[in-house]
């Protein structure tokens, strides 16, 4: 009558980037897996206190309802090929990027807050990858976001433009809770203001008209 819940959680697994063992094999046989200077890695106690912060984002109120939220509106996620499948996947690396940018740049990691960053991260992480306490975060962390223990989650193609949140909450995720709007001299009113300069590439402006609260 329906398929199992494990059985969904692996097809979205599959869309996230598979189980470890098959998202590190295709990585490999692909040459996107680099290799790290051993000074560029993590300690396993590097690595522990990262997966430590991302836990704790991951476990917030806020994020968990967000979460539920997106699973809620696509109760198809797990059939493959399903539009809810595409649009979840979407909609959970979209939040899973709101986190990323809050821990990343933290220190001791000082990573970029993106993608790039997650990227980086992994790659620093690959010495310390196969302790058992690593592992076990790794599980957590699926935990956390439904996903089967195994998931090794990949980034998208690109960084989003956009990511919905249907909740309106998404300027409490990215800017802080309480963050005033901004206005600009033709009476818009956003959280961060952006224009095209010379080069042809967008960069982020401070409006003339002071903050409003």
Not at 65 to 78: F, I, S, T
């Amino acid at each position: 009558m329906g398929q199992g819940l494990s059985g969904a959680k692996n097809k979205i697994a599959g869309a996230l980037g598979g189980k470890g063992s098959e998202a590190e094999s295709d990585a490999a046989a692909s040459g996107c897996k680099p290799s790290v200077p051993l000074e560029g890695q993590y300690s396993v106690k590097e690595a522990l206190e990262l997966q430590k912060a991302l836990k704790a984002a991951f476990a917030e109120d806020s994020f968990q309802k967000l979460l539920k939220l997106a699973q809620d509106r696509h109760p198809k996620r797990g059939i493959r090929g399903h539009a809810d499948q595409t649009a979840f996947t979407s909609q959970l690396q979209g939040l899973l990027l709101h986190v990323y940018r809050r821990v990343l740049p933290q220190k001791p990691w000082c990573l970029q807050p993106n993608w790039d960053g997650y990227r980086e991260m992994m790659m620093r992480m690959t010495a310390a990858s196969e302790d058992p306490r690593v592992l076990q975060g790794r599980e957590d962390i699926n935990r956390l976001l439904g996903l089967p223990r195994h998931t090794i989650i990949q980034p998208p193609a690109a960084e989003p433009v956009f990511v919905e949140t249907p909740d309106g909450s998404g300027n409490q995720l990215l800017f802080g809770a309480g963050t005033p709007m901004l206005v600009d001299a033709d009476g818009d009113y956003a959280h961060e203001f952006w224009e095209e300069n010379k080069a042809g590439q967008l960069v982020l402006v401070t409006p003339q008209v002071a903050a409003v609260g």
